[in-house]
């Protein structure tokens, strides 16, 4: 990212898209932070995991019983508190759009 913003053109840049969400936090430690300060908002790809393992994980679903959603509503709903991050979890029909919004 610090190379793109130094050739021409690359500060029209205005997001940066890489895996993160609750199993891959790998970009906290230097990515996400840098992103924030340079106002780059990041776009998790597979923002409820790779192979859905996430949403069978017992903490994940713990959390949904209690908050009466979806381990898959809870893990991108994780990432939109994470400041500097857009999540646009996938959506293959109209209800499928609607679980995401709720």
Not at 25 to 52: A, H, M, T, V
Not at 67 to 79: E, G, S
Not at 86 to 101: D, L
Request: proline share 8%; hydrophobic share 40%.
């Amino acid at each position: 990212m610090k190379e793109l913003l130094e050739i021409e053109n690359g500060c029209n840049c205005t997001t940066n898209q890489v895996l993160y969400n609750l199993e891959n936090r790998e970009i906290e430690f230097d990515l996400l932070p840098w992103s924030q300060k340079n106002n780059i908002p990041i776009l998790p790809y597979s923002p409820i995991g790779n192979d859905r393992g996430l949403l069978k994980n017992p903490v994940i679903a713990k959390i949904a019983r209690r908050r009466d959603a979806a381990a898959a509503q809870i893990a991108p709903a994780w990432l939109l508190h994470q400041p500097g991050v857009i999540a646009i979890p996938k959506a293959s029909n109209e209800e499928h759009v609607r679980a995401n919004a709720r």
